[in-house]
């Protein structure tokens, strides 16, 4: 049986689509057969960071899978994609990433980051890699903003091809020790 592999976007998303916080988006693929792709380390991440590679396609991809309450903030132009990685090195073995840049419909530059997940069982950590590779991304995106009034907007993507089902929560708060 194969793998499938699931989209979901995290609702810590700065800046765009406040109003499905606390949804998530999956989307269930078998992109290759395992039998087909053996000698291939990591066939699923393979598959998605190539079509990743093309930003029309990746723009339609990505769009299909946003909520239309971020969607409707995109401008139709097709996304660029960035050359930064800011997955930790001890970590790329499991994870790597893609990071792009797109224009709103009011002329603003946001962007859309794509984690793709490496290990075939839910992570519940996810959430706290994700919000500190954003931050380093805004750290970089500071020294060539050092005046900057606000921050871009970014909406944060996982791809998980594992064949557990994702059941870890989507909101970033659920690994906060509250009294709720």
Same mark, same amino acid.
């Given at each position: 049986m194969g793998k499938k592999a699931v989209f979901f976007v995290f609702s810590f998303s700065f800046g765009l689509g406040r109003s499905f916080a606390s949804r998530y988006v999956i989307y269930s693929v078998n992109p290759l057969r395992q039998n087909i792709a053996d000698n291939i380390a990591h066939p699923h991440d393979h598959f998605l960071k190539e079509l990743l590679s093309y930003p029309e396609q990746a723009g339609t991809l990505l769009r299909e899978r946003l909520p239309e309450a971020v969607v409707k903030f995109l401008s139709a132009k097709p996304p660029r994609l960035v050359d930064a990685s800011f997955v930790d090195k001890e970590l790329r073995d499991h994870l790597s990433d893609r990071l792009f840049e797109v224009e709103t419909v009011n002329s603003? $530059?946001? *962007?859309?980051?794509?984690?793709?997940? #490496?290990?075939? $069982?839910?992570?519940?950590? =996810? +959430?706290?890699? %994700? &919000? !500190?590779?954003?931050? /380093? *991304? %805004?750290? /970089?995106?500071? @020294?060539?903003?050092?005046?900057?009034? !606000? &921050?871009?907007?970014?909406?944060?993507? =996982? *791809?998980? #091809? +594992?064949?557990? /089902?994702? @059941?870890?929560?989507? /909101? *970033? &708060?659920? &690994? =906060?020790d509250s009294e709720e």
């Amino acid at each position: 049986m194969g793998k499938k592999a699931v989209f979901f976007v995290f609702s810590f998303s700065f800046g765009l689509g406040r109003s499905f916080a606390s949804r998530y988006v999956i989307y269930s693929v078998n992109p290759l057969r395992q039998n087909i792709a053996d000698n291939i380390a990591h066939p699923h991440d393979h598959f998605l960071k190539e079509l990743l590679s093309y930003p029309e396609q990746a723009g339609t991809l990505l769009r299909e899978r946003l909520p239309e309450a971020v969607v409707k903030f995109l401008s139709a132009k097709p996304p660029r994609l960035v050359d930064a990685s800011f997955v930790d090195k001890e970590l790329r073995d499991h994870l790597s990433d893609r990071l792009f840049e797109v224009e709103t419909v009011n002329s603003k $530059t946001a *962007f859309l980051y794509v984690l793709i997940k #490496h290990k075939s $069982t839910p992570d519940g950590k =996810v +959430g706290w890699q %994700l &919000l !500190r590779y954003m931050v /380093e *991304f %805004l750290k /970089e995106w500071e @020294k060539k903003h050092p005046d900057w009034n !606000r &921050l871009p907007a970014i909406v944060p993507f =996982v *791809f998980y #091809h +594992g064949e557990k /089902e994702w @059941k870890i929560p989507n /909101e *970033f &708060l659920y &690994l =906060v020790d509250s009294e709720e």
